[in-house]
C-alpha cells in the first residue's frame, strides 16, 4: 500500500487512527504492530513471511548476542544477523543483476547460461534491511540495550510509516518511544499538517511532473519493457532536441526530490500523529554550495547510516594514506549508487558522486567558495542535475547519448503554452527548492515545519490542511494514480 | 497553551476524524446530494477476493481501480481539481478532448490530423496509407457494384472536422508537413473513379463567415445546429441519384436562437464546476416536409460515427424516410427510430442491408483512415460468397500455407481458423472477388432467403406474430424472421398461420426479458439504483416500474412487438 493511494487515504488512515486513539495506550502498540502487517501484506503478499521469518530470527539471534560472554560467539552472532539482513536484501536486489552479469561473461566465453527463475523485488528492502542493521549493531556496540519483547523489535522493523521508503530510523534513536511516547493533540494535528504537506509535495508537484518527464523519456523502469519499448525510448533519445532534453533532467530533478521528500514528510507526519518523532531526511538539498553539502542535506538518515556503518569500519578519514581517504569516500558512494539500483547506470551514479566528493575534497569547495554563495548553489544544482541523467536514464549507453543531445545545442523553440501545467508547476518546484537561500525562507520553514503553532495559527493550518487534502485527493483520481519512485530502491 | 491543547486541540482533532470519515459515510450512505460526473468510460467491476488473486496483487489493483471510481464525495473533489487544471493552464484530464485557444474546444484526433501527427501513428509512410485507401475504395466500389443489383444505391458522405472550419482558435503543435491528409486523397480517387459522395467541409468553411449560427459550437467538437444543412445537401445529393425512393423536399425555416442552461457535447464530459462560458444560446429552425403521397420514402442504412446524432435532434427523421438504420462504428446496430441497441454482429447483416434503399457510409474526416469500419468487405463477403465457396476458399488456402514456417505447429482446425480470419480480413483473396472486376459471384441462397426475410419484416402484422414467437421461444426476432424465411423457402406452412398472440402473456414475457438484458448492464443498473434511491423505492419496483414504462410507450406507439 502506498500513502497516495485511495485505499490508504480513504480507509487505512482513517480507520487505523480512529481505532489506535480508542484504544487504550498499552495496546496500542499491538495495534499498530498489526496494521503494518496489513499495510505490508496488502502491498507485497508473497514477502510478508520472509519479512516476518527475518526479523524473528533476527530478534533471537541479537538477544543471544547480548546474553553471550564468549567475544568470538558474539562477533560470530552479530555476523549472522548482519548476514541475514544483507544476504536477503543482496538476494532479492541484487540476484537478477549477478546472475544477468555472470551470464554476460559466460557468453563472452561462449558458455552455456546459468539457469536462473527471476525474482521480484520486495518493496522496502532496502529500509527495512538497513533498520535491521542498525538494530544488531548499536547493540553489538552497547549503544543500546536490545528489545525485551518481539512484538516491540517488530514493530520497529514493521512500522508503516517508515516501513518502505524510510526515513531509516536507527534504532538508538527510537527505542525509547516504542515503549514510551505521548501524542498531544497538537502533535497529531501538526502530523496531519506535516502529511498534507507531503501529499501535495507527491501528488501536486512530483507527479504533475514525472508524468511530463516519462512522455519525453518514456518510462523510468527498463526492466518491464520490451525490446520494442527500448528501442523506441533509444529513437527518442536520440532525436531530443536540446530544449526537450534540458526541460526533462531539470524536471526530473525537481521530480526525484519532491517525490521523496514528499513521502518523508508523509511518513514523517503520520509519525507525529502517533507520539514518534522520526528523524528529518531532507534539509533542502538543492541549495547547497557543494556535493558534500548536496549529501548531508539529501536523504539524511541514508547518509548517516553509510557513514556510521560503511565509512567508519573502513576507516573513514583516520587511515594511513590521502589516497586510501579518497578510496573509503569514492567507495561509499559507489556502494551508494548501487543500493538505487541493481543496474550498471546506479554504479555510474554513484562513483560520479563519488568523484566530485573528492574532487570537493581537494579543489571544488575553494573554487565554490570563490565563486560566492549563489553562483556556487547553482554550479553544484548543475551537477546534481547532470549526474540525475544517470539516474533516470537506466541504461548506459542512452544516458551518455542524452548528455550528448544536452550539448548538441540543437534548440528548438520554446513554447510557455505548450504545457503551462508542467512550466508552472516547476516554477513552483523551483521556487520551493530554493526558497531558503533567503533567511526569511529559513525562516518560514523553521515556522511551518518545527515550531508550536498558537490557537489562530492552528485554526488557518487546520483549514489550509483541509482544503488540500480534497485538492490532492481530486488530482489523485483526476489524473490517475501513480506509485512513489523511491519504493524502487 | 495548555488550555488550548484541551478545548480546541481536542475539537480540531475530532473534525479532523469525522473529516477524514466523510467519504466513507457519503459512500454508504449518500449523506450529500451530488452531481454526477459525466462522460462514458468502462465500469470497473467489484473484484472478488481470492488467494490468488491476492497473492498476484491483481485483486488489490483492481480494489484500488474500483474504489477510484466508486468513494463518496468523488465526484466534487474530481471537478474541483479539474476546474483548477482548466482555469489555471486550460487542461482538461478528458483525454480525447483538446482545450484550444479562448474555450474553444477540439477532439484531441482531429486536431492531430489537421496538422498531420494522425496518420504517422498508423501508417509508416504515406505510401502505405494511399495503398490501405486504394484498397478499401476498390472494395466499396465493389460493394456498390453488387449493392445496385438489389436497386440500393451505396454513397459516401465526408462530415466536416471542427479544426478545418475554425483552425484560428487550435492548440499551438508542431506540424508534419509531409504527411497527407485522407480525406482529400478519398476525395480525390473517388472523383476519379466516379464513386458517389459528398464532402462538407469547403462548403461548411466558406459558410462560417456568412451564417448567422456557429458552424460548430464553441465547446462541442460535433456539428449540432449547422448539420441540418449537412444532411439537407445529403438528401438532395441522393435525389440526383437514379434511387427509385426519393427524400421528401424539405424546407428549413430561419434559424431562431434561444437559451438554454442544458450543458452539451463536450463540455460536459469536462466535469467542471463553472461553465466554460455564460452564453447559453443555442439554434433551431422549424422544418417543414413536404407531404407527397404518390413518392416512396427511403429506408436508409447509415453506417458511420458520432456525427449522425444531430440528424435525430435537429430532424424530424421519420417523416423524411420511412425506416432509418444506424450502424454505429459497425460495431453497434440502432435498429430502429427508437435507437434499440444491438451488435451489429448479433443482426442477420444482409437482410438489413437488402432492406434499405440507400446505404451511407458517413464519417468526419479525420475518421477516414478507418474507413469503412470493416463495412464493406463484410457486406461484400454476404453479398457475394456463399457458405460453401467460403469453405472451400479456407480450404484451398489451408493447403496453400499448411507447410509455411510457422504454421508446422497448428492444428487442422487452428489453421482453417486462421485462414477464415484472412479471409474475412480480404476478401479479394477469394476467387471471384479478386482483381480490379466487378464480382460476378452471388451468394444466391442467403440472398433469396434475406430478401424473403424482409418480405416478412415489412408486413406488421407477420412481423409481430413473428416477434411474440421469439420472446416465446427466447430467441432473438431477427432469428425468428430466419426461420420463418427457410419454412417457406423449403415449401413448408408459415409459422405465422399457428402463431396466436397473448398481448398479456407476451408483456409478461417481454419483461422478463427486458430485466435480464437490463442487469446485464452495469451502467443500467446503476442508473436504476441512483433513480430508486433518489425515490425511496427498492431496487426491484424501480426497474419493474421502468421496463413498463418503456412497454407502455412502445404500446402507444404501435410498437409494442417489435
Known amino acids: ?489 | 497553551m495548555g488550555k488550548f491543547k484541551i478545548s480546541y486541540g481536542l475539537i480540531l482533532f475530532t473534525l479532523l476524524m469525522v473529516f477524514l470519515f466523510v467519504p466513507v459515510i457519503q459512500e454508504w450512505g449518500g449523506v450529500f446530494p451530488v452531481k454526477p460526473l459525466k462522460g462514458v468510460f468502462e465500469p470497473t467491476p467489484k473484484p472478488e477476493m481470492s488467494f490468488d488473486n491476492y497473492k498476484s496483487n491483481t485483486y488489490q489493483a483492481q480494489i484500488e481501480k474500483y474504489v477510484s471510481e466508486n468513494f463518496g464525495m468523488r465526484e466534487p473533489v474530481i471537478r474541483l481539481y479539474n476546474q483548477y487544471v482548466w482555469s489555471a493552464y486550460n487542461k482538461t484530464y478528458c483525454h480525447f478532448i483538446v482545450p484550444g485557444k479562448d474555450g474553444y474546444l477540439y477532439y484531441a484526433l482531429a486536431v492531430n490530423e489537421h496538422y498531420g501527427l494522425e496518420l504517422p501513428k498508423h501508417y509508416k509512410s504515406n505510401e502505405e496509407a494511399m495503398k490501405d485507401a486504394d484498397t478499401e475504395l476498390r472494395q466499396m466500389n465493389k460493394l456498390r457494384h453488387v449493392l445496385k443489383d438489389y436497386g440500393i444505391e451505396f454513397v459516401a458522405f465526408i462530415a466536416p472536422d471542427k479544426p478545418e472550419v475554425y483552425p484560428e482558435y487550435l492548440p499551438r503543435r508542431d506540424a508534419d508537413t509531409n504527411s497527407i491528409h485522407l480525406t482529400d486523397y478519398f476525395s480525390r480517387r473517388m472523383d476519379e473513379i466516379g464513386f458517389p459522395y459528398i464532402n462538407m467541409t469547403d462548403w461548411f468553411v466558406k459558410m462560417r463567415d456568412t451564417a448567422s449560427f456557429p458552424i460548430f459550437p464553441k465547446t462541442d467538437s460535433h456539428w449540432r445546429y449547422s448539420a441540418i444543412y449537412g444532411y439537407d445537401s445529403l438528401f438532395r445529393f441522393i435525389n440526383a441519384l437514379d434511387g427509385e425512393a426519393k427524400f421528401p423536399n424539405i424546407h428549413i425555416g430561419p434559424p431562431t436562437a434561444y437559451e438554454s442552461d442544458k450543458l452539451e457535447g463536450d463540455e460536459e464530459t469536462l466535469n467542471l464546476i463553472f461553465r466554460i462560458r455564460d452564453d447559453k444560446t443555442k439554434y433551431k429552425s422549424d422544418i417543414t416536409v413536404e407531404t407527397d403521397t404518390t413518392q416512396r420514402k427511403p429506408k436508409v442504412l447509415f453506417i458511420g460515427d458520432s456525427f449522425i446524432w444531430s440528424l435525430g435532434e435537429f430532424m424530424p427523421a421519420r417523416e423524411i424516410m420511412a425506416d432509418r438504420e444506424i450502424w454505429f462504428y459497425n460495431n453497434t446496430a440502432y435498429v430502429d427510430f427508437d435507437n434499440k441497441t444491438v451488435s451489429v454482429k448479433e443482426i442477420d447483416r444482409l437482410s438489413h442491408i437488402l432492406n434499405a434503399d440507400y446505404v451511407v457510409f458517413y464519417s468526419v474526416g479525420h475518421q477516414w483512415w478507418e474507413a469503412t469500419y470493416g463495412f464493406a468487405k463484410d457486406a461484400l463477403l454476404q453479398l457475394c460468397v456463399s457458405d460453401s465457396l467460403f469453405e472451400a476458399s479456407v480450404t484451398d488456402y489451408a493447403n496453400r500455407f499448411r507447410d509455411m514456417e510457422g504454421n508446422d505447429d497448428l492444428t487442422e482446425e487452428e489453421l482453417r481458423k486462421n485462414m477464415a480470419w484472412m479471409l474475412r480480413n480480404d476478401p479479394e483473396l477469394i476467387s471471384g472477388l479478386d482483381g480490379e472486376e466487378m464480382p460476378t459471384i452471388r451468394n444466391t441462397e442467403r440472398i433469396e432467403e434475406a430478401l424473403g426475410i424482409n418480405r416478412i419484416r415489412n408486413d406488421k402484422d407477420w412481423l409481430n406474430a413473428l416477434s411474440f414467437y421469439a420472446v416465446q421461444h427466447d430467441m432473438s426476432t431477427d432469428e425468428a424472421l430466419r426461420e420463418e424465411a427457410q419454412r417457406i423457402a423449403q415449401g413448408k406452412s408459415p409459422l405465422r398461420d399457428e402463431i396466436v398472440i397473448d398481448t398479456v402473456a407476451y408483456i409478461q414475457m417481454k419483461k422478463q426479458q427486458i430485466m435480464e438484458q437490463w442487469r446485464q448492464i452495469p451502467e443500467m443498473t446503476k442508473m436504476v439504483q441512483e433513480k430508486a434511491q433518489k425515490r425511496g423505492l427498492p431496487f426491484e419496483v424501480m426497474l419493474e416500474k421502468d421496463i413498463q414504462w418503456v412497454l407502455d410507450r412502445q404500446a402507444e406507439e404501435g410498437k409494442l412487438f417489435q
Open chain 1, 1 to 489: 500500500m502506498v500513502f497516495s493511494s485511495n485505499i490508504f487515504l480513504l480507509y487505512f488512515m482513517p480507520i487505523f487512527f480512529l481505532v489506535y486513539f480508542i484504544l487504550p495506550k498499552k495496546v496500542r502498540n499491538y495495534f499498530l504492530l498489526l496494521a503494518s502487517l496489513v499495510f505490508y501484506a496488502w502491498g507485497a503478499p508473497e514477502f510478508i513471511i520472509h519479512l516476518i521469518v527475518s526479523v524473528i530470527a533476527n530478534f533471537y539471534l541479537v538477544r543471544w548476542m547480548n546474553k553471550t560472554e564468549k567475544p568470538g560467539l558474539k562477533k560470530l552472532l552479530c555476523g549472522i544477523s548482519i548476514a541475514i539482513s544483507i544476504g536477503l536484501l543482496f538476494y532479492f536486489k541484487y540476484g537478477n543483476f549477478t546472475m544477468q552479469n555472470i551470464n554476460s561473461v559466460l557468453a563472452w566465453f561462449h558458455a552455456e547460461p546459468l539457469q536462473w527463475t527471476k525474482i521480484l523485488l520486495p518493496i522496502g528492502i532496502s529500509f527495512f534491511s538497513f533498520q535491521s542493521v542498525t538494530y544488531t549493531l548499536d547493540t553489538y556496540r552497547k549503544v543500546n540495550e536490545p528489545m525485551q519483547r518481539l512484538s516491540d523489535y517488530m514493530l520497529y522493523i514493521v512500522m508503516f510509516p517508515q516501513l518502505i521508503a524510510g526515513p531509516i530510523v536507527r534504532y538508538c534513536d527510537i527505542a525509547d518511544q516504542i515503549r514510551n511516547r505521548e501524542s498531544l493533540y497538537t502533535d497529531r494535528l501538526h502530523g496531519f499538517y506535516r502529511f498534507v504537506i507531503g501529499l501535495c509535495k507527491k501528488i501536486l508537484i512530483a507527479d504533475v511532473i514525472g508524468f511530463q518527464v516519462d512522455q519525453i523519456l518514456g518510462p523510468s523502469n527498463y526492466d518491464v519493457l520490451t525490446s520494442a519499448q527500448l528501442a523506441d525510448i533509444a529513437n527518442k533519445i536520440a532525436t531530443i532536441d536540446s530544449t526537450s532534453a534540458w526541460i526533462a533532467i531539470f524536471a526530473f530533478t525537481f521530480q526525484i526530490y519532491f517525490d521523496f521528500a514528499g513521502y518523508s514528510d508523509m511518513a514523517i507526519g503520520l509519525g507525529r500523529m502517533m507520539g514518534f518523532k522520526f528523524p528529518e531526511n531532507f534539509d533542502n538539498p538543492y541549495v547547497s554550495t557543494t556535493i558534500s553539502e548536496f549529501w548531508r542535506r539529501w536523504h539524511q538518515t541514508f547518509s548517516v547510516f553509510i557513514k556510521n556503518y560503511l565509512y567508519f569500519p573502513l576507516g573513514g578519514s583516520r587511515v594511513k594514506t590521502e589516497a586510501r581517504k579518497y578510496f573509503n569516500l569514492w567507495f561509499c558512494f559507489l556502494i551508494s549508487g548501487l543500493w538505487h539500483g541493481a543496474a550498471w547506470n546506479f554504479v555510474v551514479y554513484g562513483a560520479l558522486q563519488g568523484i566530485f566528493i573528492c574532487a570537493d575534497k581537494l579543489f571544488l569547495k575553494k573554487f565554490n567558495e570563490r565563486l560566492g554563495r549563489i553562483p556556487s548553489v547553482f554550479f553544484t544544482f548543475l551537477i546534481i542535475v547532470l549526474t540525475r541523467c544517470f539516474f533516470r536514464i537506466e541504461r548506459i549507453d542512452l544516458s551518455w547519448m542524452f548528455i550528448k543531445r544536452l550539448f548538441a545545442f540543437e534548440f528548438a523553440p520554446f513554447h510557455f503554452g505548450d504545457n503551462p501545467h508542467l512550466y508552472v508547476t516547476m516554477i513552483i518546484a523551483a521556487f520551493f527548492s530554493f526558497f531558503t537561500l533567503s533567511k526569511f525562507g529559513l525562516k518560514v520553514q523553521d515556522k511551518v515545519y518545527f515550531t508550536e503553532y498558537n490557537r489562530r495559527q492552528h485554526i488557518i493550518a487546520f483549514v489550509i490542511s483541509i482544503l488540500a487534502f480534497i485538492f490532492c485527493l481530486g488530482a489523485l483520481n483526476a489524473s490517475g494514480f501513480s506509485p512513489f519512485i523511491y519504493f524502487r530502491f
